[in-house]
């Protein structure tokens, strides 16, 4: 047999063997209840890789040691929670009023992302959504200055990972930090100063209504 024609053959018996292996899956159907094959299941990972910018894959720098937790928290309650709420489950003011809503953080679904794409979404922010970057401006952590991304987006990082256990005295400290308006600040002082045997406080006029 001449050459040529055997690599007609085999071209003819790929082209046999793709149409009826596609038969096969169009018929299955795409549930994800059942197992990929080998084949999907390489073809999916190999995409996967492609599509993911490298970010996603880097490993938290910062290890969660009580100080690094506790900065990042510090750092949420003033900038995420207006958003997020303090415990991460998006009930907050700003955060009922969005959509799309911010996610409860505490759940799986944020839980299971990596540490490089929870960072990446903080950096970047979510476009299309109320999601704002945070950060450094270029958002990247390829930069000369910051081979291993920035620290205050890392303990970030790190305190939603504690989210699932945070404790309610820590949310008490957390409400400490939670930004103020001028006229919360004044209403806590005056209470302050009655409490240390000043003035009562003084109370929006009676009837007032908004
Ligand atoms: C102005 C409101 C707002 C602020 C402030 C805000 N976020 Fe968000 N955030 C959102 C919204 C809305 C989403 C959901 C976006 C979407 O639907 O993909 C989100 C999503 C996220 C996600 C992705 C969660 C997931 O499961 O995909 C992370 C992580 C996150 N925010 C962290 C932060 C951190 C850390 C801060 C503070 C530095 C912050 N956010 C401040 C509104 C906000």
Known sequence: MKRWKIVLLVVIALFAAGAIYATVLVRRGFSAREN?????AFAAGIAKS?????????????????????????HFADHCAICHANDGSGDALFGKGLYPKPPNM??????NKSDGELYYTIANGVRL???????????????????????????????IRHLP??????????????PKTEADRAEEQQEEEFLNGGEAPKRPAEGHQH
Do not use: C, H
Request: proline share 10%; net charge negative; hydrophobic share 30%.
């Open 50 to 74: 492609l599509a993911v910018p490298a970010t996603y894959r880097l490993k938290n720098p910062y290890a969660p040691t009580a100080e690094n937790v506790r900065e990042g928290e510090e």
């Open 129 to 159: 959504s109320g999601m704002p970057a945070f950060g450094p401006p270029s958002g990247s952590i390829s930069g000369k200055d910051q081979p291993t991304g920035d620290a205050e987006t890392w303990k970030l990082v790190l305190f």
């Open 165 to 178: 256990q945070i404790t309610s005295e820590e949310l008490e400290d957390m409400k400490k930090l939670n």
């Open 106 to 111: 505490r759940d799986a679904d944020t839980q």
């Open 36 to 40: 990929p094959s080998w084949v999907e």
